[in-house]
């Protein structure tokens, strides 16, 4: 058990290392990374579709890399908005990790990329703990899958600087109760924005798009009190023990200009990558 706890402590440390680099290498170039979260099946894919159009369409030069364990249909559905899209395959890794985006950002990125969306593995346990090297977090949850979403899973909750609800319209189909989700957004994450919106009706794609280009400017985002408890934590046993404890640590919210080493490599991790800038047009489900 002590093996098992050390060897995720040197992933995360190792992942830390890699966040902090590649979110300098990003603000040097002037790029903001928007990280994005949800389970499968929250709408997050059609939403970044409709980002990327409305970015475009507005003038700011945005890109998308998109990560699944298997199947590149996200990055062919993603490159019908026009945007440059890059495909991850995990081969079966649950999470992205800031090592693995830096390696498929080298070379292909454009230069005068503003906005750089990161579509994270459908799921909301295992990439809540690591930092990709975004200035923006964001955890989606659709109104199907219902209201308690934030208070199951407190750590992708709260630690996001936005929480984004997708699919309102049909809320009322499925009968979301809006106050009690909101209500649990509060407990885990209090004083998050929260945005809602539908990709089907374009309700809060502009707004989102607005608040993101904020950040990018270099507003203050929302420091979640998670975030300022983990640093709190990481300063106190760095105080304590050269070797920080990395245990209980998520990275990936608030300003991490001063975020704790450390990423894991990757580099027997089979991560599939083709560019789909010019990909053939999908289908969407």
């Known amino acids: 058990m002590c093996r098992t706890v050390d060897l995720h402590q040197a992933v995360l440390a190792k992942n830390d290392t890699n966040a902090v680099e590649l979110r300098r290498t990003l ?13 499968p099946g929250s709408g997050k894919t059609a939403l970044l579709e409709a980002l990327l ?25 993603l490159a019908r908005s026009g945007a440059p ?12 990790e800031a090592g693995m985006l830096r390696g498929e950002l080298e070379g292909w990125l ?14 909301l346990v295992c990439p809540a703990s690591y930092d990709l090297g975004e200035t923006v977090r964001i955890a989606l949850a659709s109104v199907t ?9 407190p750590a992708a909750f709260g630690l996001a600087h ?27 994450n209090p004083g998050v924005p929260v945005i809602e919106t539908s990709a089907r ?10 608040h993101v280009l904020r950040a990018a400017d270099g507003r203050e985002t929302h420091t979640p009190v998670l975030a300022r408890q983990h640093e709190k934590h990481l300063h106190h046993h760095h105080d304590d023990d050269p070797v920080a404890d990395h245990t209980h640590a ?22 599939g990558v083709p560019d789909h800038s010019h990909a053939p047009a999908g289908t969407p489900r």
Do not use: W
């Open 27 to 39: 603000d040097d170039r002037g790029t903001t990374a928007v990280n994005l979260m949800s389970s």
């Open 53 to 77: 159009s409305r970015a475009a369409a507005g003038g700011t030069p945005a890109a998308a890399v998109t990560a699944d364990l298997a199947t590149e249909n996200d990055a062919t559905r």
């Open 85 to 96: 899209v890059r495909q991850i395959l995990t081969d079966g890794l649950c999470h992205l």
């Open 110 to 123: 454009p230069e005068e990329t503003r906005l750089l969306f990161v579509e994270n593995v459908g799921n």
């Open 145 to 153: 899958e219902g209201e308690d979403k934030p208070v199951k899973y």
């Open 162 to 188: 936005l929480v984004v609800i997708t699919k309102t319209d049909l809320a009322e189909a499925v009968e979301f109760r809006r106050e009690d989700f909101l209500r649990g957004v509060q407990q885990v």
């Open 201 to 210: 009706t374009g309700e809060g794609v502009d707004a989102l798009l607005a």
């Open 250 to 271: 998520p990275a990936g919210a608030a300003d991490h200009s001063h975020a704790p080493a450390g990423v894991p490599d990757h580099s027997h991790a089979p991560a």
